[in-house]
């Protein structure tokens, strides 16, 4: 068996990157979101360098939308010498099909997959421990999110019985990305137009093969223009909260 350098196993990385990022359309009218810029460069490039910073080098990006401007901004831009593998997995093809055409990549080992907007500073070496412990199919990255809003309680008469401003604590756990597979995962996918998130997983749920690693760190997906900007006032930062630092 194969290590990185880092002490964590060798495996592929796959990374969603093709999809339209309609709510960012500001940037994505132009170019892929997966290459909307943050502190100088691509969030892309931001999610691959947490990946290596543990040793994890060997990447699959599945492409889509405007996927031939990911392949050139890489072809001037690889100075991490990342084995980066591109794979056209058509614009319209939905997540779970993306995962499914990367099989051939996969040659029927464990492999780490995650989004292209999101990035967290999740130690990389626990999710793997995490994840050859539960024996399952799929461990899922989850994360809180703390309520932009204040919380009303309303009782009787609608009144307010309790106000919380902006709670975290005990809220919904949700779907962070940055998961572990194994490869029997693509048995749940059955063609181009199946949603990893839908059936799946759901399904993998049933079967008690989905486990969630709790990570209570930081973690933001790029969904609109705040998350962008907010994201870029922290790459441009002294101590960017994604940047691994051993």
């Given at each position: 068996?194969?290590?990185?350098?880092?002490?964590g196993i060798c495996m592929k990385v796959l990374i969603l990157a093709g999809g339209l990022?309609?709510?960012?359309?500001?940037?994505?009218?132009?170019?892929?979101?997966?290459?909307?810029?943050?502190?100088?460069?691509?969030?892309?490039?931001?999610?691959?360098?947490?990946?290596?910073?543990?040793?994890?080098?060997?990447?699959?990006?599945?492409?889509?939308?405007?996927?031939?401007?990911?392949?050139?901004?890489?072809?001037?831009?690889?100075?991490?010498?990342?084995?980066?593998?591109?794979?056209?997995?058509?614009?319209?093809?939905?997540?779970?099909?993306?995962?499914?055409?990367?099989?051939?990549?996969?040659?029927?080992?464990?492999?780490?997959?995650?989004?292209?907007?999101?990035?967290?500073?999740?130690?990389?070496?626990?999710?793997?421990?995490?994840?050859?412990?539960?024996?399952?199919?799929?461990?899922?990255?989850?994360?809180?999110?703390?309520?932009?809003?204040?919380?009303?309680?309303?009782?009787d008469e609608e009144r307010v019985t309790q106000f919380k401003e902006k709670p975290k604590e005990n809220e919904?756990?949700?779907?962070?990305?940055?998961?572990?597979?194994?490869?029997?995962?693509?048995?749940?996918?059955?063609?181009?137009?199946?949603?990893?998130?839908?059936?799946?997983?759901?399904?993998?749920?049933?079967?008690?093969?989905?486990?969630?690693?709790?990570?209570?760190?930081?973690?933001?997906?790029?969904?609109?223009?705040?998350?962008?900007?907010?994201?870029?006032?922290?790459?441009?930062?002294?101590?960017?909260?994604?940047?691994?630092?051993?």
């Open positions: 068996m194969a290590f990185s350098g880092d002490g990022g309609t709510r960012l359309s500001e940037e994505t009218d132009l170019i892929p979101k997966p290459l909307v810029k943050i502190g100088g460069k691509p969030i892309l490039w931001h999610i691959m360098k947490r990946y290596s910073a543990f040793g994890y080098n060997d990447f699959v990006i599945l492409l889509g939308y405007k996927g031939h401007m990911i392949k050139e901004y890489f072809a001037n831009n690889n100075e991490n010498n990342w084995d980066i593998t591109f794979l056209d997995t058509g614009q319209k093809t939905d997540t779970g099909g993306r995962i499914k055409r990367a099989a051939q990549h996969i040659d029927n080992q464990t492999f780490m997959l995650t989004y292209g907007d999101g990035l967290a500073d999740i130690n990389l070496i626990q999710l793997l421990s995490f994840h050859q412990k539960h024996g399952g199919l799929a461990t899922m990255t989850s994360v809180q999110l703390a309520s932009r809003f204040g919380i009303l309680e309303i009782g919904a756990w949700i779907n962070g990305g940055f998961f572990i597979c194994e490869p029997g995962i693509l048995n749940y996918i059955k063609n181009d137009s199946t949603t990893f998130e839908k059936d799946p997983l759901a399904t993998l749920t049933e079967d008690g093969k989905l486990f969630t690693y709790r990570h209570h760190g930081f973690w933001k997906c790029m969904d609109t223009l705040r998350d962008k900007r907010e994201l870029d006032e922290l790459a441009k930062s002294d101590s960017p909260p994604w940047i691994y630092k051993k």
